[in-house]
């Protein structure tokens, strides 16, 4: 730090962790935790750390709900909501992320965050530092000095506004100790600080400039202009003062850390990569470094050994030959090609290795993958890590890899041993396992090939680790029986890929921008004025200024004009409606069709989705590049989407096969619920079934609306649902949502019983299982923090259903593999999508098929009610609904 000018930034926790939380959408990682806020948060740490370089760092935090403002006016923060519990589970998420950094959250007893700030800045100013403050709160603009400058969130949670006493001047025509006179005056509805009723901004500005502080314009009320001002300053004096008290930030807090202690060296790469990989932040890795060896150079263990395999390089036939009769078994077999994308790299060679020993089998010389077919088809026992993507790359050298038993994966072992891991690196799995560090590199780095020899030499001893533990755990069947022949599957459907009729895709495409221009033109005309539709700012001036609509929630930073506050203001005026269809035609426009003309593959006109089979803690499949699984269908034009994908050739169909309500029919097996039970068995309509029990009226006699209610609740019930959830969900009151979940669970006592047996059997043996004994830990099970508990206890309830309705997909899909290679059909499997699996094949074999699938589908798995599968056939993915 020698030569730095030292910077402190303050960071107000639970401010940007709102923020962000109503910023963001709701993303989750692995677990299923809600983990939006965390990832906003953490994005702006990235930029602050990078951007302002501190020496000294700090997060505030608020202890509690009482404060020593509380006793001051009882009504303090009254008017707040509760904390919804999607953001609560996430603090300590957060505070894991900082420790991760090495970051220090700070929290004082009957003090808010803004008096730790204030105090720490006054003594940061002191000993004569910079400060910033970062937060989305102008409370804290009263801070504000020559030295102590305030960030402000403004878009997004990352773009802020930059404040000292300039600027703050300039906003407010007011100096920053003249913020809480302000606030004395005019009060602050998120703080229910009630100031003088009928004294907004401006007037409040216009007093401060002509008198100073409240209590001299208090003191001057007969200079004041306008009888009714006047009034109110004489009737409100004493809530005027109160105000200002309430909204002055305690500078001299019993804060026990010192700015010494704030001192700030930098983080440790790997530990923070750790967390981010729980969280399931990928996106983020990129721009934190590894700690680790250099590519290609030895690695060590972690007791100070070296691990240093020296490489030996194999380039001719002869050579190869002569080697591989040597070879013993097991090996351990790593692909090494030359970029990211395995779907359209070009393979250069094989990492082979075993103990101390490590060979490159190099493809640039004279030796190529179809030379190696006595190694691929061998009986020796083969260990990799991520089979499919060995198996598309030899694919694309026309070798297809059997499921002969000799082959075992490193991924799918370690991931159903720690399943809330999500996809975690070769390297990271050595290192957990044999206590070894090897430094991974990626296609195209220096040392990469090397890297790849040195991971190899470490497979054989992964696999005596982990399938011992497989065995132990009883999930041996589920990787043998489903797990690793399904990887067989989806590397044959990731290379035959989805047909998408290109010009179909771009004329779409023009249709949704010439939507996009008229819904532009009728917003502006609705509006009385131009304005850019994308800004919230501006869009919040005209929605609540200008055409006076109700404003329901406010940010720290202004209007919140989010989809749900949107959709609560259809009603009030046509505009809003305009909005809400023009920011769907809008990411349909950007995010799908722009998106997927950007991935569909020139020499075969398909798209090549990649299939993550050990990312999910419920052992759901997920795809990227692109998502296929995430199209928006609940909307017309988003169903319309699917028109453009097409089969192969021009006298075949697309059929699709579909589980009807998989995950309710899961739930009345494990709850053996007979309202449930009795639906199912009847072939009833489930959510009017449940609409008719709920609401207690004649099956005939439900309405679309009570049907409506009743589907969210059902869903609702299978992903653990909370009140919050369930009320933004059906737009209505938060109350009337707990009423309605608890009203469900007393109509439905075998599914209230499941859910209170299944948390009882997680906190006794610390974690649940599927039907297909895929297990999930839950090592918050016991833990003393409610939020941290609490969604453990609703883990506990959805994995079993959700991670059972997940195996029983991924079952049916080895079982129709299987038929399909036995019928002699040409149809093909090309896509999964939830519970909805996408075939294509000959419109004569279509009824053929239709039964084989339907047969397999339904029959995967005995349940005490019968599984459904709705099938559909033709001409395009759409038609076939």
């Not at 069709?593 to 990312?615: M, W």
Request: aromatic fraction near 8%; hydrophobic fraction near 40%.
């Amino acid at each position: 730090m020698a030569g730095r000018r030292p910077k402190l930034i303050l960071i107000d926790g639970n401010s940007i962790a709102y923020r962000a939380f109503f910023a963001l959408p709701a993303l989750s990682n692995a677990e299923g935790q809600f983990t939006n806020a965390v990832f906003g948060f953490t994005q702006m740490l990235l930029k602050l750390l990078q951007d302002e370089s501190p020496t000294h760092i700090a997060v505030a935090f608020d202890a509690g709900k009482e404060t020593f403002r509380h006793g001051l006016y009882e009504a303090y923060k009254g008017t707040r909501e509760k904390t919804p519990g999607e953001l609560s589970e996430q603090f300590p998420l957060l505070r894991e992320v900082l420790q991760a950094f090495s970051i220090p959250a700070l929290e004082v007893p009957n003090y808010e965050a803004d008096d730790i700030i204030g105090t720490l800045s006054k003594r940061a100013e002191e000993a004569g530092m910079d400060t910033l403050i970062v937060s989305g709160d102008k409370d804290l603009l009263q801070l504000v000095s020559e030295r102590v400058h305030a960030a402000l969130t403004r878009k997004g949670i990352t773009e802020m506004d930059r404040y000292d006493p300039q600027a703050v001047f300039d906003r407010f025509g007011l100096t920053p100790a003249q913020i809480i006179d302000l606030k004395g005056l005019m009060g602050d509805a998120s703080d229910n600080i009630p100031g003088v009723p009928g004294v907004g901004e401006k007037t409040a500005v216009k007093l401060l400039q002509a008198h100073g502080s409240v209590e001299e314009v208090l003191a001057h009320t007969g200079d004041v202009s306008g009888v009714k001002l006047r009034e109110r300053l004489e009737t409100y004096r004493d809530q005027a003062l109160l105000s200002k008290q309430l909204a002055t930030i305690h500078r001299d807090a019993p804060v026990d850390w010192g700015v010494d202690d704030l001192a700030y060296t930098g983080y440790n790469p790997s530990e923070v990569r750790r967390v981010f990989q729980r969280l399931g932040f990928r996106s983020l890795l990129d721009k934190i470094p590894r700690e680790i060896d250099t590519p290609g150079q030895p690695s060590t263990t972690s007791d100070g050994k070296r691990f240093q395999p020296q490489v030996q390089r194999i380039e001719t036939l002869d050579a190869y030959r002569q080697w591989v009769r040597r070879l013993t078994s097991p090996i351990g077999i790593l692909p090494v090609y030359d970029r990211e994308d395995y779907q359209t790299a070009r393979l250069l060679g094989v990492a082979v290795g075993c103990g101390d020993q490590a060979w490159l089998v190099s493809f640039e010389s004279e030796l190529g993958p179809t030379d190696l077919m006595d190694l691929w088809q061998s009986e020796r026992d083969k260990v990799v890590f991520d089979l499919k993507s060995l198996a598309v790359l030899l694919d694309g050298h026309g070798i297809t890899l059997e499921n002969d038993g000799t082959w075992f994966d490193v991924m799918l072992g370690s991931y159903l041993l720690n399943p809330s891991d999500g996809e975690v690196s070769l390297s990271d799995i050595v290192e957990r396992e044999t206590h070894r560090q090897v430094a991974p590199a990626k296609p195209g780095e220096p040392g990469y090939a090397e890297a790849q020899a040195h991971l190899a030499a470490c497979l054989p001893a992964l696999r005596s680790h982990l399938f011992p533990a497989l065995e132990a755990q009883e999930v041996d069947h589920l990787y043998g029986d489903i797990e690793l022949p399904l990887e067989f599957v989806l590397a044959r459907m990731e290379v035959i890929g989805f047909r998408v009729n290109q010009d179909k895709l771009r004329a779409f495409g023009a249709e949704l921008e010439r939507k996009l221009a008229e819904l532009t033109k009728r917003i502006h005309e609705r509006a009385g004025m131009e304005f850019n539709i994308n800004s919230p700012k501006q869009l919040g001036e005209v929605l609540f200024d200008k055409l006076g609509l109700p404003a329901l929630k406010k940010t720290k930073t202004g209007y919140s004009t989010s989809a749900d506050v949107l959709e609560k203001l259809a009603p009030y005026n046509e505009i809003v409606q305009d909005i809400l269809e023009y920011r769907m035609i809008g990411k349909l426009l950007s995010t799908y069709v722009e998106g997927l003309l950007k991935v569909i593959r020139p020499e075969t006109g398909r798209v090549h989705t990649r299939f993550h089979q050990a990312l999910t803690a419920t052992g759901r499949l997920s795809s990227s590049e692109p998502n296929l699984q995430n199209i928006p269908i609940r909307m017309e034009e988003g169903r319309e989407l699917r028109k453009a994908f097409e089969p192969t050739y021009e006298d075949w169909v697309i059929l699709s096969a579909d589980y009807s309500q998989i995950e309710l029919r899961v739930l009345a097996h494990l709850s053996g619920d007979e309202a449930l039970l009795d639906a199912f068995r009847s072939g009833a309509d489930i959510h009017a079934s449940t609409a008719a029990t709920v609401f207690e009226v004649p099956m005939d006699q439900v309405t679309p609306a009570q049907r409506r209610q009743a589907k969210a609740v059902n869903f609702g019930i299978v992903y653990g649902i909370s009140d919050y959830g369930l009320s933004q969900n059906l737009n209505i009151p938060r109350k009337q949502a707990a009423q309605f979940i608890e009203e469900y669970f007393r109509k439905f006592p075998g599914v209230a019983r499941y859910m209170q047996e299944i948390v009882e059997t997680a906190r006794k043996q610390g974690y649940v299982t599927t039907l297909l004994n895929r297990r999930r830990y839950l090592p918050d099970i016991h833990s003393r923090n409610f939020n941290q508990r609490s969604f453990a206890e609703r883990t506990a309830m959805n994995t079993p259903i959700q991670g059972s309705a997940a195996d029983i997909i991924k079952l049916a899909m080895v079982r129709i593999d299987r038929a399909l290679a036995e019928s002699g059909l040409q149809a093909r499997m090309l896509l999964q999508v939830h519970d909805e699996l996408i075939f294509e094949c000959p419109e004569a074999e279509a009824d053929r098929l239709a039964e084989l699938v339907q047969e397999n589908m339904e029959n995967a798995l005995t349940l005490n009610v019968p599984l459904k599968v709705d099938i559909h056939t033709g001409k395009t993915w759409y038609d076939a609904k």
